[in-house]
């Protein structure tokens, strides 16, 4: 039974900064792409940022790049996003997920999902 779980979410301000992690277990880990992908309130799952499963290429939204990171280790079967500069318009569930193939920045490529940590930027 494949397990994705995310922890590190919270309340924060405008400027502050957050590191997600998601932590997976069964599945083959090396052999998957791990995405993060965001929903706020009334809006569609949006893509966040992905890296393949070697850890040799990653890809980060437009809307995030140059401040969010995502890294991976598959000796721990883990992921982690790393979150700069932090905005309102940041606040929304992220959600972790892992596909076998396809686009990676479209989610229903993706196989299997956390069941997501809500990460909120407020003054």
């Known amino acids: 039974q494949v397990q994705l779980v995310e922890s590190g979410g919270g309340l924060v301000q405008p400027g502050d900064s957050l590191r997600l992690s998601c932590a997976a277990s069964g599945l083959t880990f090396n052999r998957y792409t791990m995405g993060w992908f965001r929903q706020a309130p009334g809006k569609g799952r949006e893509f966040v940022a992905a890296?393949?499963?070697?850890?040799?290429?990653?890809s980060e939204a437009d809307s995030v790049k140059d401040r969010f990171s995502i890294s991976r280790d598959n000796s721990k079967n883990s992921i982690d996003l790393q979150m700069n500069d932090l905005k309102p318009e940041d606040t929304a569930i992220y959600y972790c997920a892992a596909q076998s193939s396809g686009n990676w920045r479209y989610p229903h490529n993706y196989d299997y999902w956390g069941q997501g940590t809500q990460v909120t930027v407020s003054l």
């Open positions: 890296i393949a499963g070697t850890g040799g290429a990653a």
